[in-house]
């Protein structure tokens, strides 16, 4: 086993090697050949029954009170999964009638896709639903959609859309909040604080040679849609990479929001590494069809072939399953033996 989870420290060992389980990343190669990150498991509930209780009345991130008297039939709604992934994690899971595109989890499955080509909410797939609640935080639009929702009587709460490893324990504690459970919040915290504490000092492990950190880029693409952009800190890139000992070129670039990917934006962000998402990647023709694209061959990254991806919804996860999510994609980086003629 790979993973973190044994923090016995043995006598008079290196501090650099904080548990004889932790694989050595010295023989890694850091910079050259395609890798991948394993796929996680789902998110596991707490255990025991929630007994959630309302009305509760919460300010919501439109600085609006909002009571919530019911929540039955929940949708939780963003780009990157991690409300559903909260509710799954509290508990509520089978309290959730619908899911987006970006829901993976296998126990979300059966839930019907409330997004159309790609995040598009439509509002008629949502009120066949009957929600009684609404959890949303304003990456999946329109916003007309919402606020017609609202008006039809769904009570609608908005969560912050701000992404970082430090803010996973506010989402955590407003979403359970909404949901009528903040003691379970609290546990659910808690449970995260432990799992990312492990996995930081295990990451840090692995990435512990390097001494300039390399510099990294997230690109989304969907080739089929003709959809490739560079993104940033405002998608939480930067502080993804930062906990994998890795350099945002995007940061470094000046880019902020979603910036086209095109041949002289690449030139300029130049990184040494790339990550993508896995379907993104195949959705392009895998490593060749993203070498193809102009621009991305000349990089650094494209010259070594230094692309990895990672499972769509769990490349950008900033909830309970981001101890996980970060340790496979720091495996990829610092462990996998990559080389891009087949070679170690
Ligand atoms: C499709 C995830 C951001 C545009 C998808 C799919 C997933 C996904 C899982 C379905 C892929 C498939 O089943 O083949 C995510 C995540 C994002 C994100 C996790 C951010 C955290 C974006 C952004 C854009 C975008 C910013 C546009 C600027 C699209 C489009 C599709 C799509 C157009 C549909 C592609 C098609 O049907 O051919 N996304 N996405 N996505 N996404 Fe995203």
């Known amino acids: 086993?790979?993973?973190?989870?044994?923090?016995?420290?043995?006598?008079?060992?290196?501090?650099?090697?904080?548990?004889?389980?932790?694989?050595?990343?010295?023989?890694?190669?850091?910079?050259?050949?395609?890798?991948?990150?394993?796929?996680?498991?789902?998110?596991?509930?707490?255990?025991?029954?929630?007994?959630?209780q309302f009305p509760v009345t919460i300010t919501d991130d439109r600085g609006q009170e909002v009571t919530i008297d019911s929540a039955d039939r929940i949708l939780a709604l963003d780009i990157y999964g991690t409300l559903?992934?909260?509710?799954?994690?509290?508990?509520?899971?089978?309290?959730?009638?619908?899911?987006?595109?970006?829901?993976?989890?296998?126990?979300?499955?059966?839930?019907?896709?409330?997004?159309?080509?790609?995040?598009?909410?439509?509002?008629?797939?949502?009120?066949?639903?009957?929600?009684?609640?609404?959890?949303?935080?304003?990456?999946?639009?329109?916003?007309?959609?919402?606020?017609?929702?609202?008006?039809?009587?769904?009570?609608?709460?908005?969560?912050?859309?701000?992404?970082?490893?430090?803010?996973?324990?506010?989402l955590m504690r407003d979403v359970a909040a909404s949901l009528g459970v903040p003691e379970r919040g609290e546990e659910l915290v808690s449970q995260f604080e432990t799992e990312w504490d492990e996995a930081q000092a295990y990451i840090e492990h692995l990435g512990s040679d390097t001494e300039v950190p390399p510099s990294a880029a997230v690109l989304y693409v969907r080739g089929n849609a003709g959809v490739?952009?560079?993104?940033?800190?405002?998608?939480?890139?930067?502080?993804?990479?930062?906990?994998?000992?890795?350099?945002?070129?995007?940061?470094?670039?000046g880019i902020t929001g979603l910036q086209p990917a095109n041949a002289e934006a690449l030139a300029d962000l130049n990184p040494d590494l790339i990550f993508v998402m896995t379907k993104g990647l195949e959705s392009t023709g895998g490593l060749e069809g993203l070498l193809a694209r102009p621009g991305v061959a000349q990089t650094t990254a494209g010259q070594n072939q230094r692309v990895i991806d990672a499972p769509d919804s769990q490349l950008l996860s900033f909830g309970p399953r981001s101890p996980q999510a970060l340790t496979a994609l720091a495996e990829a980086v610092y462990l996998e033996p990559h080389a891009a003629d087949g070679t170690q």
């Open 228 to 253: 490739f952009f560079i993104m940033s800190e405002d998608n939480g890139v930067n502080d993804l990479l930062g906990n994998l000992g890795l350099a945002d070129a995007a940061t470094e670039a």
């Open 84 to 170: 559903s992934d909260i509710t799954l994690g509290l508990g509520l899971g089978d309290r959730l009638v619908g899911r987006t595109v970006s829901d993976e989890n296998p126990s979300m499955e059966h839930l019907p896709n409330v997004t159309v080509s790609g995040h598009t909410l439509n509002a008629e797939a949502i009120m066949e639903l009957q929600p009684d609640l609404i959890l949303h935080d304003t990456t999946l639009g329109p916003r007309e959609v919402l606020e017609q929702l609202e008006s039809s009587g769904i009570t609608v709460v908005q969560i912050t859309p701000d992404r970082e490893l430090d803010g996973v324990d506010d």
């Open 1 to 52: 086993e790979d993973s973190p989870g044994d923090d016995t420290q043995e006598e008079g060992s290196d501090s650099a090697a904080p548990s004889e389980n932790w694989p050595d990343p010295a023989d890694a190669s850091l910079l050259t050949g395609p890798a991948s990150a394993a796929e996680i498991p789902d998110v596991e509930p707490l255990p025991g029954e929630p007994d959630p």
